[in-house]
């Protein structure tokens, strides 16, 4: 059951496994306004969104549920994690996206009693590319009871298996903190800067952007796109044209199809400007 939003330590998180330029475009989805910093010990391995608002009192929901969406809109259609952590004055949790997949999670009480299953520690895990021995037998304990570890000392420990995959939050970024302490506390960061909502053209730029920079970009923009885009041509027009003769609909059909995406990604190259 979710616990009612409250005013005191709520707060939340989100750690993208990516450098700040590959999370921006997609940040700006979100609409809403947020910090973006890096937050790896070498460039390219995480970064970190900071909510200047907060939503989970605007809009009613807990802040579990607002973190689990903006998680799971982040980690669509990219090819890096999204870790959310999330806090409030009853409990504390994470939620794991990464593509389309269901997001993974755990929850524990504010005095640290354990909420989540097994199983999702060792998702978490896996899914993060964590030793599946060393870094597993660290998480166990988060599952288990423990008299003198509260909530925050439940995320601080997850966050402390991150180390080696390379996650160096910035100072003061503590989870259990209060969101306006965060918010200052990554303002002085260097690298910091404001990423926030500024209408459908933009965030359909963003959007392409998300596409272009995914496992298919390379095929949607640059030489091999245009290369793809000029054999599908080559070969769509004769086999067009050799089905019209021979007045056989399924060759027709078929020409057209590689004609039409051929035209079509050529089209895109031109609109979105080509990689060299």
């Known amino acids: ?9 709520v707060g939340a998180l989100l750690l993208c496994g990516a ?12 609409r809403e306004r947020l910090l973006l910093a890096p937050a790896g010990a070498e460039r390219g391995r995480w970064s970190v969104l900071v909510p200047e608002g907060k939503p989970w009192l605007d809009g009613g929901e807990p802040v579990d549920a607002v973190v689990a969406g903006w998680a799971a809109a982040l980690a669509v259609g990219v090819t890096w994690p999204v870790l959310g952590l999330w ?16 997001p993974v999670g755990y929850v524990w009480l504010a005095d640290g009693t354990p909420l989540g299953e097994d199983e999702a520690m060792r998702t978490f895990a896996a899914r993060l590319g964590l030793d599946p021995v060393l870094d597993v037998q660290a998480l166990e304990p988060l599952t288990l009871p423990d008299p003198d570890a509260d909530g925050r000392a439940r995320l601080l420990g997850l966050l402390a298996t991150l180390v080696g995959s390379g996650l160096d939050l910035p100072p003061g970024l503590t989870p259990g903190e209060p969101a306006d302490r965060l918010r200052e506390a990554v303002r002085v960061r260097a690298g910091t800067e404001t990423v926030e909502w500024s209408g459908w053209r933009d965030a359909v730029r963003a959007e392409l952007d998300v ?7 390379p095929w949607l923009r640059g030489p091999k796109a245009r290369l793809l885009g000029a054999a599908q041509l080559a070969a769509g027009v004769p086999l067009t044209l050799w089905g019209l003769r021979r007045r056989g609909g399924g060759w027709v059909v078929a020409g057209t199809v590689l004609v039409m995406h051929g035209a079509l990604g050529l089209l895109y190259d ?6 060299t």
């Open 87 to 102: 806090w409030d004055a009853d409990r504390a949790g994470f939620t794991l996206a990464s593509g389309f997949r269901r």
């Open 1 to 9: 059951m979710n616990a009612t939003p409250g005013t005191g330590t």
């Open 19 to 30: 450098d700040p330029d590959a999370v921006r475009p997609a940040a700006h989805l979100l």
């Open 211 to 217: 596409v272009d920079a995914g496992p298919l970009g």
């Open 270 to 275: 031109r609109v979105r400007g080509p990689r």
